[in-house]
Every structure is written in C-alpha cells, then in structure tokens.
C-alpha cells in the first residue's frame, strides 16, 4: 500500500541474469548462496568476499529498494561499512544528528541530547534513506565482479534443505532453474520464502497500531534531529514523528486512530491534508511536494534459532523489530558482520562447524537487547491497553513541569551490544576493573594518525599498551595482526603497560591479558575457532 510521486534517487535497473544451464540446471555448485540483496545481503556479499568466498546473491527485484523505508544508520553500522568500502558516500550523503524534541500536543517535555564522541570516527546517528545504502552497496560489488555473482530478477520459489546443503528453485523472466549451494543464508525478509520453506514461524508481538510514512520535499532552516508529538492538534489522540534528511527532505510517520479506515487514511488528498495541518502548527511556510506514501505495522518477532543446518537466517527474515530507536537495518547489518568471518573460516578450513552456533546465540541475544528497548518505545507511541493509556498521559502531562519525569520519555536510541555471555570469551586477568571486558563492542579512538575501528580487518586483532613483536602472530593457521597502543586509545581500553586486548574479526573483544603472551593470545583464537566452551 503505497504511492510514488516524484523521484529523488536515481534508480539503476539491472537485467536479469540467468546463468548457462544443463537439462534447466545450474550445473556449478554455489559455495554460498544468498537468497535477498537489501541492506543486509548485499553488506553479507561484500562481507564474505572480504575472506576469499564467492557468493551468489539471488535478487527478486530489478533495482534497489523504491520507497521511504529504513532511515537512518549507527556509527556501528558506519563503522561495518568502512571495513566495506561503503563508509564515504554515506558521509557524503548521510545527515547526522544528535538531538532530539518530543512534545505533548504542542508542549515540548523532552529534549534528547546525545554529546559527539570526541574519540570516535563516526557520529553515533546518521540520516540516509535505504536506497542510498543499498546502492552504494551495489556499487561496491560491481567493482567485485570476479569475486561475487547478483543474479538480479530471480526469485526464490522453493528451498529444499539436502543433507550436505541446500537445493533452490529460481524463477526469472527469462525461465525457471534449479541451482544447489552448500550453504544458504536467507536476507529476504519480514515475507522470506526461505523460512516459509523450512516451516519455521516467528514468535513475539504484533502490534496493533499502523503508521502512516510520508516522504516530502521542503526547504527549512530547522536543525536536523528527531522530533515526536503525542496528541498533537493536527493528530488528536496519536502520534507523530518527523525526520530531516539531506537535500531539503523530510519525513514524517503518523499513527492512525483504531478508528480510521487504512486504504482511505493513504489516499492523498487526506495524507497531504495531515501534514499541511502539522506544518502549520510548526509554523513552516515553505511550499512544499510530497515524495512517497506508504504504511506499516511495528512487530516485535524473532526466529527462536537463526541456524538450521546449512540454512542461516539474518536480518527481517530472522527478526523484527519495530522501527523507534533506528534498530531494523542496523540489526541485520551487525547479523552480517558477526556472520561473515564465522562462516568463512569454516569454509576455509580455520574453524569448526560449530562456530556458526555462536552466531544465533549472539544474534538472538542482540535480538532480545533489541526488543526490550524498541517494544518499551513501541508501546509508549502505541498504547496496548486503556492503562497503558492512561499512564503514559500522566508521564506526559507531568513531563512538561517535572524534571524526573522526563527520562520516561526517552526514545531510547540505538546502541551497541557486547556478548557478556558468549561461550567464545576467554578468561580475562581483571574482569573486576577492566573498562573493556571480553563480549563488549571495542570502543573507537585515536591511533597513530587513524582509528581503531579502522585497523579491524579480516583477521583477529591484538592490541597492546607498549611495544610488542608482530612477526611473532603473523604465521599460523590464522594470523593475528598485533598493534602497538598507546594514548587514548590505551586509556580507553583500560590497558596497563604491557597488557593486550584481543578482538574478533567482528570488532567484539575477545580476551584481555595481563600481559602480552603470544601462545595465550593464539590459544583463546584456536578456542574461539573451535567454538568456545560448550
């Protein structure tokens, strides 16, 4: 349900590809086989052909994403796509922001501050549509075309898991086929015809109430940030959120009252009558031209396992998550970074088949992290119960006058989340103090006239508070890359003099030590590849 007006994205259209078939069969195995570009498979592509591996993506459509849908991306998310190559054209298109206003009718009783991170690389929140992502995603991949297959127009019709893989049936325009990989990831999303193929239903909550996104073009002054009215004039009784996007875009997601009828409350005349009435209450008197039209539902729902044999799930085939607090994309865009190193060193050889277990038990622990936070939002823009109701319109009315209220009110943004409990950490020589513990996200700093987040590779990483041997982790089954730490980055990581923090390829740490030991550092990397305690 939804309507297109004029473009701002130049959208590329690619022609199917089918490949040279025997008997109405692709006789070349596929290693990896993608099944969904978006955000999360096209990142997962870049991701494995990073560590040598070759997938296949099998696309459906003929182009990236049309419509206003994920919005905004994390300085994690950020940080993923330098390792990409994707990082810079976001900058350059992406509109940060740290601030953020939520009002009661027209009273603001909450303003959201969220300070820059001196030592960081990234700002913690970036504005850029979906398309913007994906297409420079796409742009990444096509200068990898030796090393990764799109198969755009190709649809997924049935998956049929083997005992040493997984089977697919694929209809194009141009004829259907038969295709075999030994792995299969699904990133086809909230509808994956994967997980329908494997029976596999989500568990959690759908909730009840329906938003209206609305995409405009319109010049103003008004600093970029979030903004949310409850029970404003121009919504009685719901609520509404806006966005400023670069290039003089917006975009606004109302609620609609359970009263209201959805195919009437999309139809223009009432949707661009809705956001006349709110600009005016802001006081915008710019002209203005709507962009795009379209609706949605917030879920709370996940797979109980993102890993069935050779099938793995990420992004909204795996989960859902409603949209407060910029948690969908960006979820599934860290699903992929904790995935593609996990199933490439099993592909190569590094690690046991195991590890990939700690992939859903990570994810499904981020999942839960994710859902906690975003359905507390989801439940405050949406009441679920006439108490629930009740409550919050006395939160907001006290809000206004009352200062300890007002953390009540808090939107609750998107943050990082460590593995406190993963079974693949090592032990650490000062678990009481160290400010970095084994499972937590490494914080980003200064060195060496660059960043940590931009020394992660594909490999793990040691870093050391004074001067250490690198040539003694270069050789071996998987080589450890060893960097001298000091300043900043030494104070932020919490490192005494000659002390190591070991990092996944991932960015989560691994192991601290005490003191700087290769055959320790290469034993917690040989137990992290065997898949860590059981």
Known sequence: MSRAF??????????????RLEHGRDPVRATVAIVGGGPVGFALALGLARYGIRPV???ADESVCTGSRAGCITRRSLEIFEQLGAAAPMMRQGLPWSEGWSYHRTTEVFHLRMPPDAHAKY??????????????????????????????QSRVAEATPRADGVELAIETPRGGYRMNADWVVACDGARSTVRRALGLNF????YEGRYVIVDIKMPSDLPPGRRAWFDPPSNPGATLLLHKHRNDLWRFDYQLRPDEDADAAVEPENVLARVQSHLDLMGERAPWNPVWISMYKASALTLERYRHGRVLFAGDAAHLTPIFGVRGMNSGIDDTHNLAWKLAFVLRGRARERLLDSYSGERLHATGEN?????????????????????????????????????????????????????????????????????????????GGTHLSSLLGPQFTALVAGRADAGTLADGPVPVAVHETTGVAAERLGLRAGAAVLVRPD?????RH?????????????????????
């Open 371 to 447: 859902l906690r936070h975003s359905s507390k939002s989801a439940e405050f823009m949406d009441p679920p119960s006439p108490g629930f109701h009740l409550m919050r319109g006395a939160v907001l009315s006290l809000a206004g006058r009352n200062e300890w209220v007002r953390s009540l009110v808090n939107p609750r943004q998107s943050t990082a989340i460590g593995f406190p409990g993963s079974p693949l950490n090592d032990s650490s020589d000062e678990p009481a103090a160290a400010l970095v513990a084994p499972g937590d996200n490494l914080p980003d700093a200064p060195l």
């Open 507 to 511: 960015g989560h740490v691994l192991a």
């Open 514 to 534: 005490g003191a700087f030991d290769p055959a320790r550092i290469r034993a917690a990397v040989q137990r992290c590849c065997e898949g860590g305690t059981a």
């Open 203 to 206: 568990v959690g909550t759908r």
């Open 123 to 152: 700002p913690a929140l970036v504005n850029i549509q979906q398309c913007y992502v994906e297409q420079y995603l796409v742009d990444e991949l096509e200068k990898l075309r030796d090393r990764i297959e799109i198969r755009w």
């Open 57 to 59: 993506v099998i696309e």
């Open 6 to 19: 004029v473009s701002y994205f130049d959208y590329r259209q690619y022609e199917p590809l089918l490949p």
